[in-house]
Every structure is written in structure tokens, then in C-alpha cells.
């Protein structure tokens, strides 16, 4: 660990799409500390952070992981975290653990919609972040193209620090706009200051004054001394740029080639010297409060907690308290993570990231503090709204398979695991089918189970719209006692939601009082088998009106089997109709494809109820009420209607008669009533 306590500390993020070369950034910064050998390969699944085999047969981050680099001076931890959409609970986890993210782009590549969400995310968190053009040095790589696409993408904060010595494969080193400096990586990763070309020289001061007016245009004392004519010294404009860094209104853009070590030591200065680090606090004896945002299994230590230091020095031993259960945990020994190699720790100070062997109870988003009455909040995940019923190839491995995924959950909180309360499967949910499928891959090699997905049930019911009569009557002759009960009840529909209503119209003992009961809950068994298509039968009033009975022969079950009879029959009478469930959904997305949504939602038998549009974020919001079986798949769809730029949050509303078209689809019951 780096002297000076916690401001020589520095937590950062490494973001991005997939693709970009994030994970190649922080091996390429661990060679730099030299705490690696070699830079890792995707291609060789030998990469510091990307060890899991789902990632390595992937070829890209699931997880993120956190390399603990240190020198005299500094103490940079770095959290590498994936770039599919469908792992942004990973991004969120570490978004609570640092002060500043890299956002990584591929200067050979477009930026596609997942850099959008996760720009979004930093936004959201107005969190400060720098933003590193890797692969200056591949075909096709265009800087300055790429340096338009995010001010078009991110907006006027855009701020480019550098441009490149050559291009494609000749690229081999960066101008500093703010210094006016060269350096060039003959040797790298070590630069050589070299005069300007001359090739670039105008460039460069065309875009040294748009930088400085970029700069100085939130500091009203430098504006004056600016448009004064006045030259501000290199000192006092990295100062302002540090503010605005801080406040996250300005994006410094830095260029490189984390294959190739080509700025990767200046990456590292700019962190050190620009970038926010922890609070720092004057109070020695603060109270340790940490928060846990990551808890995964490690094959040799069991349970691992990745956990930010919030306060106080955290030490093995110490006693803090759950906010979430009130429970006290004992920290055991205190590690911190190079990838998948432990490094012990003697103590984890104030903004330091630790790795926690064994907590008891705790799990990722809870905070333990000394201080038991601490309001401290934890992490809010993105819902998880696809959600798949998940079987195991082996019928036998039902609970095996719930259990594992069960635990799988505990790593990952943006899954989801419940069972169908009727077909009792397992349900899953995720942030998209990646997501589903490589926690599934996941399953069978960590827990020897495997299973397959598909569309989950829908929770039709059974309802009655008419009036209807009828008699129940159970009669067998078993040689000894018998069974003999008769129920002629009446029935009649309820309002939407109103479940069930029994009333007892009984006169002159024609059911004996103690037999009554037994008519009643044969009626709600018979319910909750279901009608003609198997489905829970809601909303009915029944009236038990008269009856016969066996003064010997008579019993319970016999009653039971009765009341049950009747109202199948009654039931059948009384123009059954299927009630489907309507959920209402909230679509947040940009403007310009509202109409693209409007049509989506129309085709899915969609009643919209509301459109608004922000003029300042130019998003759109729609409210519609929607039947559930059209958004199975929603999530998918949405993501493709808006090039993943679409959020939506759905809530159960109400149920409504399903209409013919859906009703022809359905298999009606195959066994027979009860009786």
C-alpha cells in the first residue's frame, strides 16, 4: 500500500462497451506497476481479469474484478467491468466503490448502444470520468472521427487532452494540447519528449484555444482574464480542469494503445494528479462503516466480499452491524485482489477497497458500520424484467438446480429466483438472455446440474359472467356405511376482484349445520383446480340454497364431494370466460423512437394512456396498459426497437376477459373434475 493514507488513494472504474479493450487496459496497467510479466491475450484466455471459463469461452467480461496496483505514491485500484448490457449490475456495483471511471472506446470501432447506457449510468451517478481512446494503433482506427462521435454522443463536455503521432499501425505516440507537448513511445511504456510535427502543428494550436475555452467557460475569473487576451499558465488551466472533472461537466479525452503500452503511463498521471480521490477526514477516531458491492465464491477461500472502506480503519477482528438484518458480523482476515491472486492485508483504511473472507450473513449492497444506527443507503439495481422458467435436464435435480440458482443469486443480485406458484418451476430473472444463459452455464459447471429455459406460464384465471343453478350429489354404496350427501347451490358473478363469497341459505335442517362447512370447502377446492381450461376459477358468489342428506350414510366427505360436483356443474352453465392479466408498463426512450414504441405497444393489444415528452433529454414516456402475455419477450424487443437506449418498468394492474383470439390458443384440461 502506497504511503499517504487515503489521499494517495485512487478508485477507478474501467467502462465501456464490449469490445473496447478494457480488459486489456488493466492488464496493460498491471505490467505498468509491474505486478503481471506479460499483457494477457483474449484470444489465450490468459487475462488477469477475465479467468472464469464462461468468460475466457465468452471472450468477454461477466464479472468485474478488482487489480490492487500500488507504487510509493499511489495505491490504484482498478475495477475492470463488462460491457454487455446484460451485466449492468456488475457496472453498478462498481460505480458505488469508486470516485472516477475510465470510459474506454475503440478507436476502431462505432459506439454502439451499451456505451449509451452506461454513459446514462455515470450521468445518472454524476460521477467524473475520463475517456481513454484505445486501439489508435488497429486498421481502421479514425481519432478524430471518433472524438466527433462521443461530443455527438456525451455532448459540449467532451474535452480532447491529446492528439496522435501517426496512424493505424505507424501510431507511436501523443501530443499534449494543454502543455504543447510530444512524446513519443519508442520504447515503451516509457515516452521520449519530441519537438511537434510539424505535420500537426496547426492542428494542435487550433485545438489547444478550443480546449482552453472549453475549460475555462465555468470559471468566470479565468473567462475574464482569457477573453482579456490574457495567457493562462499550464498550472492554472490543469487546476480548472480538475474542477471540472470533479463536477463532471468536463470529459478530458486521452488517446492510446493499451497493446501496444502507448499512453498508458500518462493515463496513470492524469489519475493521479486530475483525478478525485476519497474524502479524506479529519476525525481519527470516525467510526468504520464499509460497503459491500460485490460478494462472489473463490474456489480456495469460500465466500469472498469486496467492500469500499467508507470510514474509519478497518482491521481483522473488528465488530460492525448489518444495517440490513441489525446482525453483527466479526471481519476475518482482509485481503485485497490482484485479478484471482490474494494479497493479505494488515488494514484497510479510509476509501480503500478490501476483499472479506467469510461474512456470515452479509451480501452485496449491504453496508456494515459500528455505528448500529447508521442511515447509510446501499446499492439500487437495475430490475430485472425477462423472465424465464427454467427446468432441469434431470427431473430428479429439481431442488438441486432451485438451490444452485439460489446461490447464484447471492453473487449476482440483478438475478431474480422464485418458483411458479401452480407449475411450481423454477423462475429466473435477468437483464437479458446472455444474462439467463451464462448463469445457467454457470449452474452446470459450479454445481454438476443442468437445465434448460423457455417462456414462462401465464396466470390465466376462470370467471363466470351468468347466472347458474345446479345440484351436486355424491352416492356410493360400499357395502358397510356408504357415502351420501346432496348440495343444490346457486351461483352468480362478482366484481373484478372481489375472489369469493359463500352464503349459507340453509332452511329446516335440509344440511345438517356440521356438514356445511365441508359443502364450502369442496366448492373452493373445486375453484382452485380450475374450470374448463385448468385455471383458478375467481370472483364468484355462491349461494347454497338446498340440500338432502343420509341421516347414516351422510359425512363430510361426502358433502365435500357434493359441494365440489355442483359447482362444476354450475359452473359449466354459467358462461365461463377466461380472465387475463394486464400489467401496466412505463416506457422511457428517446424521442425519436417513440413512434417506432407506440406501433410495438399497438400490436401487443397495448391501451396507451399517456405520452410525455422532456425537452431538455429529449426521452419520451409512454404509460399503457398491456396484457402480460404479449411482453414475454419485451425486454428483448425494447432493446432492439431502441438500439438498447429503452427502459421500462412493469406492475401488475388488473385482470380482464381474455378475447376469443387468445382463448382458442389455450389447451383446455385434460383430467376430469373432483368426483
Partial sequence: MAQGGSRSIRNVALVGQAGSGKTLLADSL??????????????????????????????????????????????????????????????????????????????????????????????????????????????????????????????AGVAPLELPIGIESSFRGVVDILSDRALVYQNAPVAEEVPVPKEIEDLEHSVHEQLVEGIVVADDALMERYLAGETLSFQELEMAMARGVKDATVFPVIVGSAVKEIGIDRLVDFIAEIGPGPEASEDPKEDVEIQIFKTFADPFMGKLSLAKVRSGVLRPSSALTNLRTQ?????????????????????????????????????????????RSSDAKGITFEPSLLVVAVTPVNSKDDEKLFSALLKLAEEDPTLSISRDPRSHKALVAGQGEAHISIALERAARKFGVEATYSEPEIPYLESITAEATAEGKYKKQTGGHGQYGVANIRIRPLARGEGFSFLDEIVGGAIPRNFIPAVEKGIQEAMAHGGHFGFPVVDVAVHLVDGKYHPVDSSEMSFKMAGSLAFHEAFAQSSPVVLEPIDEITVIAPAKFQGDILGDLNSKRAKVSKTDLDPETKRATLIALVPRSEMKRYATDLRAITSGQGRFTLHESHYEIAPPTVVSKLQPRKDKPNG
Fill in 327 to 371: 446482525s453483527d458480523e466479526r471481519i476475518g482476515q482482509l485481503f485485497t485482489l490482484l485479478g484471482k491472486e490474494h494479497l493479505p492485508l494488515e488494514y484497510g483504511q479510509r476509501g480503500d477497497i478490501v476483499a472479506l473472507s467469510k461474512l456470515s450473513g452479509a451480501k452485496t449492497a449491504d453496508v456494515l458500520s459500528k455505528n
Fill in 30 to 155: 498491471a505490467f505498468l506497476f509491474k505486478a503481471s510479466k506479460r499483457i494477457g491475450r483474449i484470444e489465450d484466455g490468459n487475462t488477469l481479469s477475465d479467468a472464469d471459463p464462461e468468460e475466457i469461452k465468452h471472450k468477454h467480461s461477466i464479472a468485474l474484478t478488482l487489480l490492487a496496483l500500488s507504487r510509493q505514491d499511489l495505491t490504484l485500484n482498478v475495477l475492470d467491468t463488462p460491457g454487455v448490457a446484460d451485466f449492468i449490475g456488475e457496472v453498478q456495483s462498481a460505480l458505488s466503490a469508486v470516485e472516477m471511471c475510465i470510459f474506454v472506446v475503440s478507436a476502431a470501432e462505432p459506439i454502439g448502444p451499451d456505451a449509451d447506457r452506461i454513459w446514462e449510468l455515470l450521468d445518472q451517478a454524476a460521477i467524473p470520468r475520463l475517456i481513454f481512446v484505445n486501439k489508435a494503433d488497429r486498421e481502421r482506427a479514425d481519432y478524430f472521427a471518433t472524438v466527433d462521435t462521443l461530443k455527438e454522443h456525451f455532448g
